[in-house]
């Protein structure tokens, strides 16, 4: 979890172990696209663990010298340690996705298994035309503004749905889709301006927030013959994809790292599994403990480390915070339950090993 390794925005620790690592160390051929913001050195990706990577935001900054944004049309991106500022109207999201299908068509063809982790530039705003878009670079001006045009989201969403399409496509025509495990999910919620609709209730954008809109996201696995088709609702967080990824592939995770996820795996292939009971989540965008949002949850009931208790499925936006003096036993034992998570990662947050002092990758 955060508490235990989060330095702050745009660093990573060095001495991390990444799946990067562990893939290649098994042998796998490892690629990484989209967006880094881990770190300024060049090499910073190579030292995470990935043979080979077509990135934005390695050690340039997120605009140009005009504050133009550098992610989307004409992007400024870095393929393996080489700065590229592309001039002639390509656009960022399909020349990185490009190179992942191309990773995946060497690696077939060497016949060596591969591992492309592709953290998507989209839909990140600034919302703007893509390529699909009637006004794509005759409405470039979104890019000098940070939110820019959120009436472009739509398109960004379906782009973004075009180009995992490309990877599925991809997949299938060399072959190998089913012997491939696919995971798509959201890192946090939608950004404020956009309100999408969820079973017929709206919800509006939370990113950085730390209620259902901004940490509840889209988690869809396939692997065709062996993922079963299926809505599951058990809980999952983001601890929980290194040691389900590796129990796919049956790799062992080394014994020297002492990990706080729990494989989901059973459930993806239709078993029971052994579900969360809770999940945990610490969130300092500064890395400072005082600015930390600190919860604890189940399925309905949230605990953060202020007290407040939360029934979300009723109180979405928890405005209504439950007083632990009117709770009846059974959410006593719920608070008390949650309250001991919190407790146990408190104090698992070291500010005496130097974190703000951990060399930046």
């Known amino acids: 979890y955060n508490v235990r390794n989060y330095l702050r925005f745009g660093q990573l620790d060095r001495e991390q172990t990444t799946f990067g690592h562990i893939f290649r160390d098994a042998g796998y051929a490892t690629c990484i696209v989209g967006k880094w913001q881990l770190g300024r050195d060049s090499m910073s990706p190579a030292r995470a663990g990935f043979d080979e990577h077509f990135l934005w935001q390695v050690t340039q900054g997120r605009t140009d010298s005009t504050g133009r944004d550098t992610r989307f049309s004409n992007p400024v991106l870095e393929?393996?340690?080489?700065?590229?500022?592309?001039?002639?109207?390509?656009?960022?999201?399909?020349?990185?996705?490009?190179?992942?299908?191309?990773?995946?068509?060497?690696?077939?063809?060497?016949?060596?298994?591969?591992?492309?982790?592709?953290?998507?530039i989209l839909t990140h705003c600034p919302f703007s035309a893509t390529p699909d878009s009637p006004y794509y670079f005759t409405d470039d001006s979104t890019l000098m503004r940070y939110k820019g045009e959120p009436h472009y989201f739509t398109d960004m969403v379906a782009y973004m749905d075009k180009i995992i399409g490309k990877i599925q496509h991809k997949l299938q025509q060399l072959d190998v889709d089913d012997n491939t495990l696919l995971i798509f999910t959201g890192d946090n919620g939608t950004d404020k301006p956009i309100v999408s609709l969820l079973n017929g209730r709206?919800?509006?954008?939370?990113?950085?927030?730390?209620?259902?809109?901004?940490?509840?996201?889209?988690?869809?696995?396939?692997?065709?013959?062996?993922?079963?088709?299926?809505?599951?609702?058990?809980?999952?967080?983001?601890?929980?994809?290194?040691?389900?990824?590796?129990?796919?592939?049956?790799?062992?995770?080394?014994?020297?790292?002492?990990?706080?996820g729990k494989s989901?795996?059973?459930?993806?292939?239709?078993?029971?599994?052994?579900?969360?009971?809770?999940?945990?989540?610490?969130?300092?965008?500064?890395?400072?403990?005082?600015?930390?949002?600190?919860?604890?949850?189940?399925?309905?009931?949230?605990?953060?480390?202020?007290?407040?208790?939360?029934?979300?499925?009723?109180?979405?936006?928890?405005?209504?915070?439950?007083?632990?003096?009117?709770?009846?036993?059974?959410?006593?034992?719920?608070?008390?339950?949650?309250?001991?998570?919190?407790?146990?990662?408190?104090?698992?947050r070291a500010e005496d090993i130097n974190f703000h002092d951990k060399q930046e990758n």
């Open 79 to 120: 393929k393996n340690g080489e700065l590229i500022k592309f001039e002639n109207n390509e656009y960022g999201p399909d020349l990185v996705s490009d190179f992942g299908l191309e990773f995946i068509q060497k690696s077939v063809n060497s016949q060596k298994p591969f591992f492309l982790y592709y953290p998507m």
């Open 202 to 260: 709206k919800v509006a954008g939370a990113k950085g927030a730390s209620v259902d809109g901004g940490t509840r996201v889209p988690l869809i696995v396939s692997w065709p013959g062996r993922v079963k088709n299926q809505v599951n609702s058990d809980l999952v967080d983001f601890t929980d994809f290194l040691p389900t990824i590796c129990d796919a592939a049956g790799i062992s995770i080394p014994d020297s790292l002492d990990i706080d």
């Open 264 to 348: 989901f795996w059973p459930q993806l292939q239709g078993q029971a599994g052994s579900p969360r009971e809770w999940i945990y989540n610490w969130y300092s965008r500064s890395g400072k403990v005082n600015d930390a949002r600190i919860f604890a949850r189940n399925q309905d009931y949230k605990l953060y480390a202020t007290g407040e208790f939360y029934n979300v499925p009723n109180d979405y936006l928890e405005e209504r915070s439950l007083d632990y003096g009117s709770l009846s036993q059974e959410k006593t034992v719920i608070y008390d339950r949650l309250k001991s998570v919190i407790d146990h990662y408190a104090g698992r």
